[in-house]
Nanobody, 127 residues
């Protein structure tokens, strides 16, 4: 069974970089036709797609966030990591990692397009 788990800080100070790691079990993140995504949900708002890294290492980012976003991977650990720089309180959200088996760059998230999700981790940006 494929499982994803987010890890990282729950509290980040403004202007710092948020780093969250998703650890995947049950499948190699290098297996073909897989796209490993970061998604977030700010309080009271809709799910927002952040970006992905594909099984081959290619990346795609939401236009609204790409200037501050980087997604990398460590294939030896079967992990991929989100780096979101220059955070503000507007970045406070629940952050999820999730898998899709097709490429997609839609900012609005349809949960049904992702077959596996992590449990989510709350990140608060505050001084």
């Amino acid at each position: 069974q494929v499982q994803l788990r987010e890890s990282g800080p729950g509290l980040v100070k403004p202007a710092q970089t948020l780093s969250l790691t998703c650890t995947v079990s049950g499948v190699s993140i290098t297996t073909n036709y897989q796209f490993w995504n970061w998604i977030r949900q700010p309080p009271g708002k809709q799910l927002e797609w952040i970006g992905y890294i594909s099984n081959s290492g290619g990346t795609a980012y939401s236009p609204s966030l790409e200037s501050r976003t980087s997604i990398s991977r460590d294939t030896s650990k079967n992990q991929f990591t989100l780096h979101l720089s220059s955070v503000t309180p507007e970045d406070t959200a629940i952050y999820y990692c999730a898998r899709k088996t097709r490429p997609g760059r839609r900012i609005g998230v349809d949960r049904g397009e992702y077959d596996y999700w992590g449990q989510g981790t709350q990140v608060t940006v505050s001084s």
